[in-house]
């Protein structure tokens, strides 16, 4: 079985767009909150005029589309990923510019000096990291005195909870790493950063086309046990749990914000 924080899982994972997008179209089609999760977290950003800002696991870069007024405000901006595959989707989907520079980075290992970014952020990954303490020591080593570290994350009580529950008998279990929740986040933060603020973020799906939810299913690293089942069966399942038409499936999200100092 795949690890959400074995190295080499993660790469296979993420080589290349697919899985990631096929969760995030999920999100985009049926999530209750309309203001949207990315829109949520770059709202938080606090990016100003000639700073320098570093994004680790960028994914497919779409969270900085639209916010082309942002990345203009950077001095320099550091796009990256742990995959390269990734870092070419980012480049495809955000363009060329004399102050974005594209970069296959780990965390825990950034080839920065000291000092060098305003901010620094890393959304939805350090639940992937091996040595996550590593990987704070090195973001606190790159960001200036009063930076600003932006991390989201999710809670424990989120969708995969969620699914277990409902297709527990066909041996789907809630396999996520729990390191790095909403619940116990900012203890780790607090290690390495002065001031951790949680800003949580409100949202569900509400699935009306079961098709979308399974194909999310199977983008999933940790629902191998499902591979033998037939697809009708799974949607069986689920149309079990509907109201109305409408599959009513919990998320918790959430965004920390840290202080170097």
Not at 206 to 232: C, G
Request: charged share 25%.
């Amino acid at each position: 079985m795949e690890t959400i924080n074995n190295a080499k899982d993660v790469k296979n994972q993420y080589a290349t767009s697919g899985n990631l997008n096929t969760r995030i179209s999920i999100h985009d089609k049926y999530s209750t909150n309309k203001q949207g999760f990315s829109n949520f977290i770059v709202s938080n950003y606090k990016i100003e005029e000639g700073m320098k800002v570093l994004e680790l696991g960028c994914g497919t870069g779409s969270m900085w589309k639209g916010h082309e007024d942002l990345i203009k405000k950077c001095l320099k901006i550091v796009l990256s990923d742990f995959s390269e595959g990734m870092v070419d989707t980012i480049r495809d989907n955000i363009g060329e510019a004399d102050n974005i520079e594209y970069k296959a980075i780990d965390i825990q290992n950034i080839p920065y000096e000291d000092d060098t970014f305003d901010i620094v952020i890393a959304n939805m990954m350090l639940y992937h990291v091996p040595d996550r303490n590593k990987g704070l020591s090195e973001v606190k080593r790159v960001l200036k005195n009063g930076g600003l570290f932006y991390s989201a994350t999710y809670g424990e009580h989120g969708i995969i909870e969620y699914l277990s529950k409902v297709l527990g008998k066909y041996g789907v279990e809630d396999t996520v790493d729990k390191s790095f929740t909403l619940q116990n986040g900012g203890e780790t933060l607090s290690k390495f950063f002065g001031e951790v603020t949680k800003v949580n973020y409100e949202d569900s799906l509400a699935v009306t086309n079961l098709d979308d939810i399974v194909d999310y299913i199977y983008s999933l690293s940790n629902m191998t046990s499902l591979e033998s089942i037939p697809r009708d069966e799974i949607k069986d399942a689920l149309a079990k749990h509907m109201k109305d038409g409408i599959l009513n499936v919990p998320k918790e999200y959430g965004l920390f914000i840290s202080v170097s100092i």
